[in-house]
């Protein structure tokens, strides 16, 4: 008896000590206002970019969102631009559209190329220089007088703004609580994804009250040199190595020429070694990432849902300008300006419902899964961007081949960038879940997704719907964004089985 008694004793204390334990474990957890328990943890020290303040984030978000939305901005500048652009340069309009063309992909390029320095120098200083060249190669654009110096300058303005678009998921990443990504996501996204529809807006009344195409990149220009002030005033160094004890931390001085440093790069060279990721680590996560079995899936799916945008941002901006006697709308420059503000309202509206309807739909699944969450919870909201892009495209080629009142066709537009606005959040949201240690890699990669369709179809979608009519040709694009969903609901059914397999990615110092 006394041995049992002993035994059951010892027993006892032990759970005793286990529960005293997860008690303490509980009591260290730190909390958001909602009573969510946050993830990741942030640590004790100030220099943490979990820790800063609201108003310091925030300025970081908004400033790397405006800094993604100059790429697309100047890149969509360009369209209003190719006839009068056409008649100075003895081209056609067609032939000057290629250097918009080249732009597209190397938006994409570049955005993969600036991913491995973030890792091995820093957020803050690629963010800095790459807006500090694009500023001057949009300049480049603006005092230009002939076209191969234009064709140049436009693909080294895609390459070096493009920066933004890719590593803002980083700087979300860095400053920013789990529970908070999705709404994050969303600002960051809207901003910079209703940049393609605000160049050939304002580029458009530009040019009917100037005649000229060359002030429309002068404000491209001013914008950018904005978005550098920006980038002065409020950026610093996200990158925190948690790896690190806090007591061992490299120091970040407070001033504003330690702010300076760091933000210009120098710091970071300081204290490169064991702190940021090799050279060859960095490059190597690239590859790393794409092979892992969400990610090609997922970026298809992504490029045959979105690409369409680009379609029919260039086949409307044509039609519409077209004389009617050929079969077009015979808008003028200032009534085809007044048209974009069908997108941008598209795209405020899907902010405006995925901004709550995400963080519903994830915060709903938690508490009926007690407190466990999967990222394909995600992807839900995809499923009603379908339901809104399919009927947008299809309206949008009836419009175009019947011809019917411009109306329609700014139905079926806001309709489709409704829908592409909320599928963005969506699938960014759910990568990033995924690999959550990847985050400049995932934003690159989905980018890369979004422009490489995109340079594509602004070759054949206009050949493409006089051959065969815009009825057929906008058809099947819906066709194939239905094929997409196909592709969404194999990865909302077999994700969890993929991520397991291929594992997570690992930094390695």
Request: hydrophobic share 45%.
């Amino acid at each position: 008896m006394s041995d049992k008694s002993s035994g059951d004793s010892d027993t006892h204390n032990e759970e005793a000590g286990i529960s005293k334990k997860l008690r303490s474990a509980e009591m260290e957890l730190k909390y958001a206002d909602n009573g969510i328990a946050l993830t990741p943890q942030p640590t004790a020290d100030p220099k943490d970019p979990l820790n800063w303040s609201s108003t310091k984030k925030n300025a970081i978000l908004l400033t790397v969102a405006l800094g993604a939305y100059a790429a697309d901005f100047g890149s969509g500048a360009g369209i209003p631009c190719i006839v009068k652009q056409g008649i100075e340069w003895n081209m056609t309009p067609n032939e000057v559209n290629y250097s918009g063309n080249l732009n597209v992909i190397f938006l994409g390029i570049g955005g993969l190329f600036w991913i491995p320095v973030i890792y091995f120098w820093g957020r803050a200083p690629v963010l800095f220089w790459t807006t500090l060249s694009g500023t001057l190669f949009t300049l480049g654009c603006c005092v230009t007088t002939d076209f191969q110096t234009y064709y140049a300058m436009r693909a080294l303005m895609g390459f070096t703004l493009t920066a933004p678009q890719t590593i803002g998921l980083a700087f979300i990443k860095d400053m920013f609580f789990f529970h908070e990504h999705a709404r994050k996501i969303g600002i960051w996204a809207a901003i910079f994804l209703v940049a393609p529809y605000c160049g050939p807006l304002f580029g458009n009344f530009i040019i009917d009250g100037t005649g000229e195409w060359r002030p429309v990149f002068w404000l491209v220009f001013a914008f950018c040199c904005f978005v550098l002030v920006l980038i002065v005033l409020f950026i610093d160094e996200t990158w925190y190595n948690r790896n690190i004890p806090m007591e061992k931390q490299p120091e970040r001085g407070s001033t504003q020429w330690d702010r300076m440093m760091r933000l210009t790069g120098i710091w970071q060279i300081k204290h490169h070694s064991g702190y940021f990721l090799p050279v060859l680590s960095s490059c190597k996560r690239l590859t790393t990432v794409l092979f892992k079995p969400i990610m090609l899936p997922t970026m298809c799916y992504y490029m045959m849902s979105f690409m369409w945008a680009v379609g029919i941002n260039i086949t409307t901006s044509i039609l519409l300008e077209t004389p009617q006697a050929a079969g077009g709308y015979g808008f003028n420059a200032k009534a085809i300006g007044y048209t974009y503000f069908t997108p941008l309202v598209g795209l405020a509206i899907g902010e405006a419902f995925g901004h709550f309807f995400n963080d519903f739909v994830a915060n709903r699944y938690i508490r009926k899964h007690n407190g466990e969450f999967k990222p394909e919870v995600r992807l839900w909201i995809n499923y009603i961007s379908f339901f809104f892009m399919l009927p947008g495209l299809v309206l949008i080629g009836q419009t175009l081949h019947h011809h019917l009142h411009w109306s329609a066709l700014v139905m079926g537009w806001g309709m489709y960038v409704f829908g592409v606005m909320t599928a963005s959040v969506g699938v960014t949201a759910y990568t990033l879940d995924c690999y959550p240690n990847a985050s400049g890699e995932v934003g690159g990669y989905m980018n890369f997704a979004r422009v490489a369709g995109g340079f594509s179809v602004g070759y054949f979608q206009m050949p493409w719907g006089m051959k065969v009519g815009y009825d057929v040709s906008f058809g099947t694009q819906a066709g194939i964004v239905t094929a997409a969903v196909i592709l969404l609901i194999i990865i909302q059914r077999f994700g969890r089985i993929w991520r397991e397999k291929g594992g997570q990615v690992e930094l390695e110092f």
